[in-house]
């Protein structure tokens, strides 16, 4: 498997991902399209990680493990703001009734 | 031979006893407000006496010359304070000195119980003091400082009692006419200034008055800094300096208007002093104007024209101040005239004897106000039987003015006359021929006026005084009158009576003592000689024009001129019987004509200012000001208030539109990256 795989994958998810987060109007959807996209950045630096370190490098272990360890840190912080947003959209469904996104406007001007 | 310090003490006392009045008396001790008066006349005394100590210096030891203190460098023009001290300052002096001491000592009695009684004499030491700082000036700059002060203190005195709308109008009209002449003697001295590099290579200083003397001589060793038309130019800035303080035409307009001021007033700075003020500065630059013959025709005919001018309207004023104004603006006309001539000594004898006689008829107007509460001679008449010091000195004063034979105003007006009928070598015939004419149909108009006047004052019957005017005028405050309303025919005291005394001596005599004909223990000619000779002291040359010799044949012309005035008027005037319409009034157009003193206040005011000004200038500033100044702000308020709701469209609430924003804005800031490399 070559680099650019593992690229034009991670960019068609980071795509399909974007796509739901502007187009779609239930927030768990939009939540859950957020999710791909940080899964998008994740194979990136996972790949980059394994293909773009220096070969006079590639013994020292820490090199290696720096994308995985931030791909790690992004899985975390990322359920982390799962259950904050999550928190959100129960807020927001006691307001509004409904977890649609073009409904919530309240905050404008 | 007096020193340096006690001649800026002539100066410094005036000066002094206005700080005094303003800064002590009036805010800590109104209430004794006659130690403002009596501190005002203990100052001038004591200037008066250095006044004649140093008259009598300059005649001992000729000139007086004293080192400038150096005041300011302006880039390579040194700017000087000092004292000018030759035969011209040193008359000036004592007629300053001794005509204000006069006034003030008149006016402890005019203007006793006046409630600003401090104030005016605060005010009143404050012009003597400038004037005396113009006179003593050695510096243009120095000399235009106290120049608009004179103008400051004259303003102020004119609208002394502001109350008054008349006075407040007056002395904004006063301050504002002169400062129409004021910028042509600014703009002369901007062209010293930027001539200072010319003057310094040739060792001058461009404000030291002897030195640009000096830079007019085309026989200077260096050549004439100053010459051609551009001296003339100069020449001409200065002399509109000098016609609007000494109110010639077309900038005469002011004076008459001065008379709401106080009559004290009118006789030391609209009489004696302040509006000589414009012919001093003519003399004093007189050898820069002998060099341009375009200027002394221009300064000539000026003064010729205004001579005659101002007296035919003063031939129909009812307001015995008004009469006497236009015979000032007249009088001042024919100083301008000699000087233009190139009468340079003449000139200053007229402006020396004018200023007694001239102070002498407007304290008697004072005096006559005093007794009838009212200006209008309309209202006056026989008061020669109440008031009979005050007629014999008001009759030798004006007698003066007509110049009639031997009284002081006979003999400068002679000393003109006959010098204008030999004429200036450097003008043109018909200048000369010109002006002689106009000056002697002034003396036949000048004849009738000042009789009129002394006729319908003091001769027949009284027709009223204040009340009477009141009562046909149906208003509350008399026009042009003082604040000594009510009617008490009496002389007036004492302390007014005296310095009137003193000054009709002064218009009787002054006329030998300063310039008599023959030799009487005085030289002859010793006024006008001295002041030539102190003129051509001061460039270096032997003699400056000689001394005229009397003619019998032309004693005889103006006399029998004058003399014809004053029949005229006898006969007019003298016939009449009670209150019936002024006889010139049968004249018809030409009585309304001179009436409203040939429509040019009418021309000032209603086409110039109201017109000219109020429509054309400020209307177009008015209009530029609401449309261009106003729009541009209007629009650029109008710009922000709508892209503020237009831009605010975009705030639309929804997360996702500002999502897609963001995603496409970094998606085109990349591209943009990408393609940039």
Same mark, same amino acid.
């Given at each position: 498997?070559?680099?650019?795989?593992?690229?034009?994958?991670?960019?068609?998810?980071?795509?399909?991902?974007?796509?739901?987060?502007?187009?779609?109007?239930?927030?768990?959807?939009?939540?859950?399209?957020?999710?791909?996209?940080?899964?998008?950045?994740?194979?990136?630096?996972?790949?980059?990680?394994?293909?773009?370190?220096?070969?006079?490098?590639?013994?020292?272990?820490?090199?290696?493990?720096?994308?995985?360890?931030?791909?790690?840190?992004?899985?975390?912080?990322?359920?982390?703001?799962?259950?904050?947003?999550?928190?959100?959209?129960?807020?927001?469904?006691?307001?509004?009734?409904?977890?649609?996104?073009?409904?919530?406007?309240?905050?404008?001007? | 031979?007096?020193?340096?310090?006690?001649?800026?003490?002539?100066?410094?006392?005036?000066?002094?006893?206005?700080?005094?009045?303003?800064?002590?008396?009036?805010?800590?001790?109104?209430?004794?407000?006659?130690?403002?008066?009596?501190?005002?006349?203990?100052?001038?005394?004591?200037?008066?006496?250095?006044?004649?100590?140093?008259?009598?210096?300059?005649?001992?030891?000729?000139?007086?010359?004293?080192?400038?203190?150096?005041?300011?460098?302006?880039?390579?023009?040194?700017?000087?304070?000092?004292?000018?001290?030759?035969?011209?300052?040193?008359?000036?002096?004592?007629?300053?000195?001794?005509?204000?001491?006069?006034?003030?000592?008149?006016?402890?009695?005019?203007?006793?119980?006046?409630?600003?009684?401090?104030?005016?004499?605060?005010?009143?030491?404050?012009?003597?003091?400038?004037?005396?700082?113009?006179?003593?000036?050695?510096?243009?700059?120095?000399?235009?400082?106290?120049?608009?002060?004179?103008?400051?203190?004259?303003?102020?005195?004119?609208?002394?009692?502001?109350?008054?709308?008349?006075?407040?109008?007056?002395?904004?009209?006063?301050?504002?006419?002169?400062?129409?002449?004021?910028?042509?003697?600014?703009?002369?001295?901007?062209?010293?200034?930027?001539?200072?590099?010319?003057?310094?290579?040739?060792?001058?200083?461009?404000?030291?008055?002897?030195?640009?003397?000096?830079?007019?001589?085309?026989?200077?060793?260096?050549?004439?800094?100053?010459?051609?038309?551009?001296?003339?130019?100069?020449?001409?800035?200065?002399?509109?300096?000098?016609?609007?303080?000494?109110?010639?035409?077309?900038?005469?307009?002011?004076?008459?208007?001065?008379?709401?001021?106080?009559?004290?007033?009118?006789?030391?700075?609209?009489?004696?002093?302040?509006?000589?003020?414009?012919?001093?500065?003519?003399?004093?630059?007189?050898?820069?104007?002998?060099?341009?013959?375009?200027?002394?025709?221009?300064?000539?005919?000026?003064?010729?024209?205004?001579?005659?001018?101002?007296?035919?309207?003063?031939?129909?004023?009812? +307001?015995?101040?008004?009469?006497?104004?236009?015979?000032?603006?007249?009088?001042?006309?024919?100083?301008?005239?000699?000087?233009?001539?190139?009468?340079?000594?003449?000139?200053?004898?007229?402006?020396?004897?004018?200023?007694?006689?001239?102070?002498?008829?407007?304290?008697?107007?004072?005096?006559?106000?005093?007794?009838?509460?009212?200006?209008?001679?309309?209202?006056?008449?026989?008061?020669?039987?109440?008031?009979?010091?005050?007629?014999?000195?008001?009759?030798?004063?004006?007698?003066?003015?007509?110049?009639?034979?031997?009284?002081?105003?006979?003999?400068?007006?002679?000393?003109?006359?006959?010098?204008?009928?030999?004429?200036?070598?450097?003008?043109?015939?018909?200048?000369?021929?010109?002006?002689?004419?106009?000056?002697?149909?002034?003396?036949?108009?000048?004849?009738?006026?000042?009789?009129?006047?002394?006729?319908?004052?003091?001769?027949?019957?009284?027709?009223?005084?204040?009340?009477?005017?009141?009562?046909?005028?149906?208003?509350?405050?008399?026009?042009?009158?003082? +604040?000594?309303?009510?009617?008490?025919?009496?002389?007036?005291?004492?302390?007014?009576?005296?310095?009137?005394?003193?000054?009709?001596?002064?218009?009787?005599?002054?006329?030998?003592?300063?310039?008599?004909?023959? +030799?009487?223990?005085?030289?002859?000619?010793?006024?006008?000689?001295?002041?030539?000779?102190?003129?051509?002291?001061?460039?270096?040359?032997?003699?400056?024009?000689?001394?005229?010799?009397?003619?019998?044949?032309?004693?005889?012309?103006?006399?029998?001129?004058?003399?014809?005035?004053?029949?005229?008027?006898?006969?007019?005037?003298?016939?009449?019987?009670?209150?019936?319409?002024?006889?010139?009034?049968?004249?018809?157009?030409?009585?309304?004509?001179?009436?409203?003193?040939?429509?040019?206040?009418?021309?000032?005011?209603?086409?110039?200012?109201?017109?000219?000004?109020?429509?054309?200038?400020?209307?177009?500033?008015?209009?530029?000001?609401?449309?261009?100044?106003?729009?541009?702000?209007?629009?650029?308020?109008?710009?922000?208030?709508?892209?503020?709701?237009?831009?605010?469209?975009?705030?639309?609430?929804?997360?996702?539109?500002?999502?897609?924003?963001?995603?496409?804005?970094?998606?085109?800031?990349?591209?943009?990256?990408?393609?940039?490399?």
């Amino acid at each position: 498997m070559s680099f650019e795989a593992f690229l034009i994958v991670a960019a068609i998810l980071f795509c399909i991902g974007l796509f739901g987060a502007l187009a779609r109007r239930n927030v768990l959807v939009v939540l859950m399209s957020i999710e791909l996209m940080f899964n998008a950045v994740n194979v990136t630096l996972v790949a980059m990680a394994k293909y773009l370190a220096p070969a006079a490098l590639q013994d020292d272990i820490s090199s290696v493990l720096t994308g995985q360890v931030f791909a790690v840190f992004i899985v975390t912080v990322a359920a982390a703001e799962i259950a904050l947003g999550l928190g959100i959209v129960f807020a927001m469904y006691r307001t509004n009734e409904s977890v649609d996104l073009t409904e919530a406007t309240q905050l404008r001007h | 031979m007096i020193t340096e310090a006690l001649i800026w003490a002539i100066f410094l006392l005036p000066l002094g006893s206005f700080a005094f009045s303003a800064l002590v008396v009036r805010p800590f001790f109104n209430r004794y407000s006659l130690v403002s008066g009596i501190v005002t006349i203990g100052a001038l005394g004591t200037a008066f006496a250095f006044s004649i100590w140093t008259l009598r210096s300059v005649i001992v030891h000729h000139d007086l010359n004293f080192e400038p203190i150096e005041w300011l460098e302006v880039g390579g023009a040194t700017i000087e304070m000092g004292l000018l001290i030759d035969p011209l300052t040193a008359i000036m002096l004592v007629v300053v000195t001794g005509v204000s001491l006069l006034v003030q000592s008149y006016s402890l009695g005019y203007m006793e119980g006046d409630k600003s009684f401090c104030r005016y004499y605060s005010y009143m030491s404050l012009f003597t003091a400038a004037m005396l700082g113009l006179v003593l000036a050695s510096n243009i700059i120095q000399l235009y400082v106290f120049w608009e002060l004179v103008g400051v203190s004259s303003y102020l005195l004119i609208g002394f009692w502001h109350e008054r709308p008349a006075a407040a109008a007056a002395a904004k009209k006063a301050f504002i006419i002169t400062r129409i002449g004021d910028v042509g003697f600014l703009i002369a001295i901007l062209y010293l200034f930027a001539k200072a590099d010319e003057f310094a290579a040739a060792g001058l200083n461009a404000f030291h008055i002897p030195d640009i003397w000096q830079a007019a001589q085309p026989e200077a060793a260096l050549g004439a800094v100053l010459g051609g038309t551009a001296l003339t130019w100069l020449a001409l800035g200065i002399f509109a300096g000098a016609a609007g303080k000494s109110g010639q035409f077309p900038l005469h307009a002011w004076l008459p208007d001065a008379m709401e001021g106080p009559t004290p007033v009118s006789a030391l700075i609209h009489a004696a002093t302040m509006v000589a003020a414009g012919v001093f500065l003519v003399a004093r630059f007189f050898p820069v104007f002998e060099h341009s013959a375009d200027a002394m025709m221009v300064v000539a005919l000026v003064g010729a024209f205004t001579a005659v001018f101002a007296a035919t309207m003063g031939l129909v004023m009812n +307001d015995i101040k008004r009469v006497m104004a236009y015979s000032t603006i007249s009088q001042l006309g024919y100083m301008m005239a000699a000087l233009g001539l190139g009468l340079y000594a003449p000139a200053i004898f007229h402006l020396v004897t004018h200023a007694a006689f001239k102070a002498l008829l407007f304290l008697g107007a004072g005096s006559v106000n005093h007794a009838t509460g009212t200006f209008d001679m309309r209202y006056m008449g026989g008061l020669r039987r109440v008031m009979p010091v005050t007629y014999v000195l008001v009759l030798m004063s004006g007698l003066s003015l007509v110049g009639i034979i031997p009284l002081a105003g006979f003999w400068s007006k002679d000393e003109i006359l006959l010098g204008a009928w030999d004429g200036s070598s450097v003008l043109d015939t018909w200048v000369n021929r010109v002006t002689f004419s106009a000056l002697l149909a002034g003396v036949i108009m000048t004849a009738f006026y000042t009789i009129r006047m002394i006729i319908l004052t003091f001769h027949g019957e009284f027709r009223g005084g204040v009340e009477t005017e009141l009562m046909e005028k149906a208003q509350t405050v008399p026009a042009g009158a003082a +604040d000594h309303g009510g009617v008490h025919l009496h002389e007036s005291p004492l302390v007014m009576v005296l310095p009137m005394v003193v000054l009709g001596i002064a218009a009787v005599a002054l006329g030998y003592l300063a310039n008599p004909q023959w +030799d009487m223990g005085i030289p002859k000619h010793w006024i006008t000689g001295f002041l030539a000779d102190g003129l051509g002291a001061a460039l270096g040359l032997e003699g400056h024009g000689e001394a005229l010799e009397f003619s019998w044949w032309m004693a005889l012309v103006s006399t029998g001129a004058a003399l014809a005035g004053v029949l005229l008027a006898l006969v007019i005037y003298l016939r009449r019987k009670g209150k019936g319409a002024d006889p010139l009034e049968h004249a018809g157009p030409l009585h309304t004509l001179l009436a409203q003193k040939y429509y040019v206040d009418t021309l000032y005011e209603d086409v110039i200012v109201r017109k000219g000004f109020f429509k054309v200038i400020a209307g177009t500033l008015d209009w530029i000001d609401r449309n261009l100044v106003d729009g541009i702000v209007d629009l650029i308020g109008w710009f922000f208030r709508n892209i503020g709701s237009a831009i605010g469209k975009f705030q639309t609430g929804q997360v996702q539109a500002y999502a897609t924003g963001i995603a496409f804005g970094i998606l085109a800031i990349i591209l943009a990256l990408l393609l940039a490399q």
